[in-house]
């Protein structure tokens, strides 16, 4: 197992679980997720799926998503997001009677208190690593641009914020965050433990993500993505980058179809898992291939298609390490739903669409 992988990762995440939202047909009977955060699954929740299997390897990212839901039996929107910390205002003596209240697992209590108590019941979607990671970088951005940074926050339109990237963002200290995040030494030692997949996109770590900022600049609105206000506000402060789980018609969605799904929740190998399936429609399996073996890379796809429905879905993420995985008996539809992918608020992934062909 990868050293990455070894800790409460994800408390919010690092992808927009819009394009799962998007790509689900509605009442699918057999779904399968990456658990993480727990924040995709709730989107997932509202399209009422039949059954949702939720995988992930690490025990303490299980634990999360089992509060998530805890938190979707047992509150109303409001609620769960000041419990989260997607509002501010709950303090820590309320979430803690809260959290004595919800109907969960002992081991999952157990460790989930502990959790809290080491970030004093403060706001829970913020002290993930990946989270933690980015506040760090969050000084560092604050630092160099300071309020020449944060002003494109105020674009009114994306004609206004494309003309206030072009003119008046502070492009040269942004070089020097960029020449930060293009270095994987930095990287591995702020998040990934060593374990930074290593890049084979062809171009510069620097390059690519010179490319993915000046997408975000000029082609997503700023507001809309919680990773950009993550690393130049601190935290989400404008409701357009809350992340779909909070959106007030997926939640109550969610709501409505969490007592008849099935939900099933495995720690394991998500594509042994899968393999072990039968009749799945949909398979989320996030970034997971680009942290294997280039072999088992390769094959992912094959190991899981004999478990595939016919026209099942499976939507894989790269970062800086894309997987290639054999097609055979699967089509690569991305070029299909490009209006969705394009609107992927964090910028971070090249992401594939495959679909099982019809045998």
Request: with cysteine; net charge neutral; hydrophobic share 45%.
């Amino acid at each position: 197992m990868s050293r990455y992988f070894k800790a409460l990762n994800y408390t919010l995440g690092d992808e927009d679980s819009r394009l799962e939202l998007a790509l689900l047909p509605d009442r699918s009977k057999n779904v399968v997720a990456i658990a993480g955060s727990g924040a995709r699954v709730l989107p997932l929740l509202a399209k009422d799926p039949g059954r949702l299997v939720c995988v992930d390897i690490l025990a303490e990212q299980l634990s999360l998503l089992r509060l998530r839901l805890a938190l979707l039996s047992d509150l109303d929107r409001c609620a769960f997001l000041s419990f989260l910390g997607y509002r501010v205002g709950m303090d820590a003596p309320s979430r803690r009677a809260l959290f004595r209240k919800l109907a969960l697992p002992s081991p999952d209590r157990e460790l989930l208190a502990h959790y809290f108590d080491a970030i004093a019941w403060g706001p829970l979607i913020y002290s993930g690593r990946f989270e933690r990671m980015l506040l760090t970088l969050h000084n560092i951005v604050s630092a160099l641009t300071g309020k020449a940074g944060r002003d494109i926050f105020d674009a009114v339109d994306m004609d206004e914020q494309r003309e206030y990237y072009r003119s008046r963002f502070p492009h040269l200290r942004w070089k020097a965050v960029l020449a930060l995040l293009g270095n994987s030494t930095v990287l591995n030692s702020l998040l990934y433990s060593g374990d930074f997949p290593r890049n084979n996109l062809g171009i510069s770590t620097f390059s690519r993500y010179e490319e993915i900022f000046r997408h975000l600049f000029t082609e997503i609105p700023v507001r809309t993505s919680f990773f950009l206000q993550m690393l130049f506000l601190g935290r989400i402060v404008h409701d357009e980058g809350l992340p779909p789980e909070c959106d007030v018609h997926v939640y109550s969605a969610a709501r409505r179809a969490l007592p008849h799904c099935e939900i099933v929740i495995a720690q394991s190998d998500a594509i042994d898992h899968v393999a072990g399936l039968y009749g799945v429609d949909f398979v989320s399996i996030s970034d997971v291939p680009s942290f294997l073996p280039d072999d088992r890379a390769r094959s992912f796809l094959q190991r899981m298609r004999a478990s595939l429905s016919p026209a099942a879905l499976v939507v894989a993420r790269g970062h800086m390490r894309v997987a290639h995985p054999d097609q055979d008996g699967f089509e690569d539809v991305s070029a299909a739903h490009v209006d969705v992918l394009a609107c992927e608020s964090t910028g971070l992934w090249k992401t594939s669409i495959y679909q099982r062909r019809y045998d």
